[in-house]
């Protein structure tokens, strides 16, 4: 009989637009050491992924030894589980299909696992989070885009080609804002960061009303929803159309899925009653009147970093182990 010794550290890679973070967790959900680098300080993927790579393994040597890891998980908004890619993401300025997976497996020598950042919240809010014990639900990663996955039975649905769950590039608006797939009307232009802002400039331009809006140096999701806090009308029109919006795109999406519960993620969850409440109000009056009052419209208890990092580590243990280091 071989006896083998299992290895029970992997790490996650969480890449945003803004910084990529990646740790070493072990089994038990530990974040054992993490560090992150400016993502886009990169010109193209090719450096990147050798940056990241170099970053991996000397994390993996100051910490017991780079051969003590089992595998990597990354969440990255366009990624595809089924392939391994970041396919044709509209808000990075890495363009077409990456496959970084394979890119990441020739440079480390591990088995490499990459989900879409929405799928690895999912698997984050299952094992460590608001999900814990749940079946059936959906999480909403709101940010620079709008990303969701549902997971069905236990089980995240990928869909035959491993895109489902792209509700940020369906249709709510005909003919509306122009998004940066080349639809228009794409509920993402309407919720992410970028389509509360385009609401805003809509709202002062309809109106001569006073507004702390008008004078922010720095206009964006978050300076919105200060303005709100401090009992600006203009700002709290923004958010209730945002919620109008999302609350009505997300009565369709329960209407067919039939979720346990909804989990918000993402920066624009922060924004906390101001999107919340006109969401849940427009979902209740429009949702499958067999499923009003029995869906939970959450927000998720988690650091967005740390569930981010956690669930792109759930992502490499669901990899079949590899190793040039056997």
């Known amino acids: 009989m071989n006896l083998v010794q299992l290895k029970t550290r992997v790490v996650g890679v969480d890449i945003s637009s803004e910084r990529t973070t990646y740790g070493i967790v072990d089994i038990r959900g530990n974040v054992i050491a993490r560090d992150s680098f400016p993502t886009f300080d990169c010109d193209n993927a090719t450096d990147f992924v050798a940056k990241l790579c170099d ?39 890495w363009k077409g299909v990456i496959p970084l997976a394979a890119m990441m497996r020739d440079r480390l020598g591990l088995a490499v696992g990459v989900a879409n950042d929405a799928h690895a919240a999912a698997m984050g809010e299952k094992v460590f989070g608001s999900a814990h014990g749940m079946n059936d639900f959906i999480v909403l990663n709101i940010g620079l885009g709008l990303g969701s996955c549902i997971f069905s039975n236990g089980r995240v649905h990928l869909g035959a080609m491993g895109f489902a769950g792209e509700i940020g590039h369906t249709c709510i608006i005909p003919n509306g804002r122009l998004c940066g797939c080349g639809h228009r009307g794409c509920i ?5 960061s970028k389509g509360i802002i385009d609401t805003a400039k ?4 309809e109106s001569d009303a006073p507004s702390l809006m008008r004078s922010l140096e720095n206009l964006s999701a978050r300076t919105i929803k ?8 203009l700002a709290i029109e923004v958010y209730r159309r945002t919620g109008h919006v999302l609350g009505l795109c ?19 969850s922060k924004a906390g009653k101001w999107l919340l409440e006109p969401t849940a109000e427009t979902f209740e009056e429009n949702v499958f009147r067999n499923m009003r009052g029995k869906v939970k419209l959450l927000v998720s208890m988690l650091d967005n970093r740390e569930r981010d990092v956690l669930g792109a580590s759930a992502v490499a243990w669901d990899v079949k182990e590899y190793s040039l280091f056997k």
């Open 55 to 93: 970053a991996i393994i000397e994390l993996g040597e100051k910490n017991d030894g780079y051969e003590t890891i089992r595998s990597v998980g990354v969440s990255s908004p366009s990624a595809n589980f089924t392939t391994g890619c970041i396919e044709n993401a509209t808000n990075f300025p």
């Open 188 to 192: 993402e232009t309407y919720v992410n």
């Open 202 to 205: 809509e709202v002062m331009a």
């Open 226 to 233: 200060e303005c709100c806090d401090q009992g600006d009308e």
């Open 250 to 268: 997300l009565a369709n999406y329960a209407s067919i899925v039939n979720p346990e519960a909804i989990i918000f993620t993402g920066g624009i």
